[in-house]
C-alpha cells in the first residue's frame, strides 16, 4: 500500500461563518511525509481547518496547496485525500470488504484489482477473515480499522484524520494510537490529525500545532511543546502544570527576571519573556514530576516543607497535593516496585524542585 506522499501548505486561511471567524489567518506548512497534530480546546478551528484541506468548507481568503498544486477550487472527490471520520461513517448495509472497496468501485478500477487492494489493506489492519461482516458485528477498534482502510486503499496523497479515536475507551485509544502511527510510519504517508487530547497529540505526532480561538500559538515537536511551551495557555494546556503566583522585581543582566512568590515571599530568578516591568503579577508554572520528594541538596534547588492535603493514586503514579508557604504544589511520584509506602494525608513531607524547571507568564485574562 505505497503512496507517493505530498506536502500541504496554507497561507493566510481564513473562515467566517456568518459574524464568527473560526480560523483566524492559518500559515501552515506539512512535510511530505510528516505526521502533525492539530490540537486545542473545542471551538479553536481545527476541525474548520482540516475541511477546508479536505475541501468540504472553502476558505474565506487564503490559499491551500497540496504538493505543487492549488486545491482552492479543486474539488473534494478530486484532491486525493483520504479521510478519517470521528463517527467512522460506515455503510452499514455493506460488509467490510465492500465498505473498503467503495472508494475503489467509485473509480471503476478492475475487479481483480479492487479485490487485492482490499484484501492487501484488510491484512495491513488486521482485519483479515472479517470480509463479510457489516459493521454492526464489528467493536469499535474493528469499525475504526475499516474506516482507516478505507481510506488508505485509494493510496491517497494525504490523510486526514477528525478525532477518529473519541468514541474509544481508553486502553483501546490507547492501542489505536500505536497502531495508527507504527501504519502511518510504514506507509509513509502525509498525515493531518485532529484532536483535543493532549496525550493523543504527543503520542503520534511529528509536530503539533497548537490553536487557540482560531489562530495557531505554537507549534514544534511533542518535546518542544511539553518543556518549553510559549504561552501560559500551551502550558496549561499540554499536561498538567502547578500554577504559583509571583510579582516581578526586576530584570538582572543575564535577561532572567527576578520574582518574589507570593505569599511565601521567597525572590527566585526565573525565565520569563520580554516586556514583563517591575510590579508585574506572573504565574510561574511548573510541571508536577519535576518537583522531588525529600530532595537531595543541590545547587539550585528550591526546597520547601509542607502538609499533604491530598493523595490521588493512579497505579503507576501517585500525586500528591503538598500544601507549603508558597501554595499548593503538585508532585508526582513513581510507584516503587512491589508497591512502596508513600506520604499520606496530613504527614509533614519535604520537597524541591529547580528553579530551572520553571516557566514564567503574564496570568491569564480570566486569572
Same mark, same amino acid.
Given at each position: ?14 473562515? /467566517? ?28 478551528? !481545527? *476541525? ?29 472527490? !478530486? ?15 455493506? *460488509? ?52 482507516? @482502510? ?16 473519541? @468514541? ?26 485532529? =484532536? ?50 509571583? =510579582? ?22 526565573? =525565565? ?25 541538596? $543541590? ?5 520547601? =516543607? ?46 524541591? /524542585?529547580?528553579? $530551572? ?11
Amino acid at each position: 500500500m505505497s503512496t507517493n506522499a505530498k506536502g500541504v501548505s496554507l497561507a493566510g486561511i481564513v473562515k /467566517w461563518y456568518g459574524k464568527v471567524q473560526a480560523v483566524r489567518g492559518v500559515d501552515l506548512d506539512v512535510a511530505p511525509g510528516e505526521m502533525v497534530s492539530l490540537l486545542g480546546p473545542s471551538g479553536c478551528g !481545527k *476541525t474548520t481547518t482540516l475541511r477546508m484541506i479536505a475541501g468540504l468548507e472553502v476558505p474565506d481568503a487564503g490559499e491551500i496547496r497540496i504538493g505543487d498544486a492549488r486545491a482552492n477550487d479543486v474539488p473534494p472527490w !478530486k484532491r486525493n485525500i483520504g479521510m478519517v471520520f470521528q463517527n467512522y461513517a460506515l455503510f452499514p448495509h455493506k *460488509t467490510v470488504a465492500e465498505n473498503i472497496a467503495y472508494g475503489l468501485v467509485m473509480r471503476r478500477l478492475p475487479r481483480a484489482e479492487i479485490a487485492t487492494r482490499v484484501a492487501d489493506a484488510m491484512r495491513q489492519v488486521q482485519l483479515s477473515g472479517l470480509d463479510d461482516r457489516v459493521p454492526s458485528q464489528l467493536s469499535g477498534g474493528q469499525r475504526q480499522r475499516v474506516a482507516l @482502510a478505507r481510506a488508505l486503499v485509494t493510496r491517497p496523497d494525504v490523510l486526514l484524520f477528525d478525532e477518529p479515536l473519541a @468514541a474509544l475507551d481508553r486502553k483501546l485509544r490507547e492501542q489505536m494510537q500505536v497502531e495508527i502511527r507504527q501504519l502511518q510510519r510504514a506507509v509513509g504517508i502525509t498525515t493531518i490529525f485532529v =484532536t483535543h487530547d493532549q496525550d493523543e497529540a504527543l503520542t503520534l505526532s511529528d509536530r503539533i500545532v497548537v490553536m487557540e480561538g482560531g489562530r495557531i500559538v505554537q507549534s514544534g515537536t511533542p518535546g518542544e511543546i511539553y518543556e518549553r511551551p510559549g504561552s501560559h495557555f500551551v502550558s496549561d494546556f499540554i499536561g498538567m502544570m502547578n500554577a504559583l503566583r509571583a =510579582t516581578v522585581l526586576g530584570r538582572e543582566g543575564d535577561g532572567r527576571l527576578r520574582v518574589r512568590m507570593e505569599p511565601g515571599g521567597r525572590e527566585l530568578l526565573v =525565565t520569563g519573556p520580554a516586556g514583563m516591568d517591575a510590579g508585574a503579577a506572573v504565574e510561574l508554572m511548573l510541571r508536577p514530576e519535576k518537583v522531588r520528594l525529600n530532595p537531595p541538596a $543541590a545547587p539550585g534547588t528550591i526546597e520547601a =516543607t509542607g502538609t499533604v492535603a491530598h493523595v490521588v493514586y493512579l497505579g503507576p503514579v501517585t500525586y500528591l497535593h503538598v500544601r507549603t508557604a508558597d501554595g499548593v504544589l503538585i508532585a508526582m511520584l513513581p510507584n516503587a516496585e512491589g508497591g512502596g509506602a508513600q506520604p499520606r494525608q496530613g504527614e509533614a513531607v519535604s520537597i524541591g /524542585w529547580r528553579a $530551572a524547571d520553571m516557566v514564567c507568564f503574564a496570568p491569564p485574562d480570566d486569572a
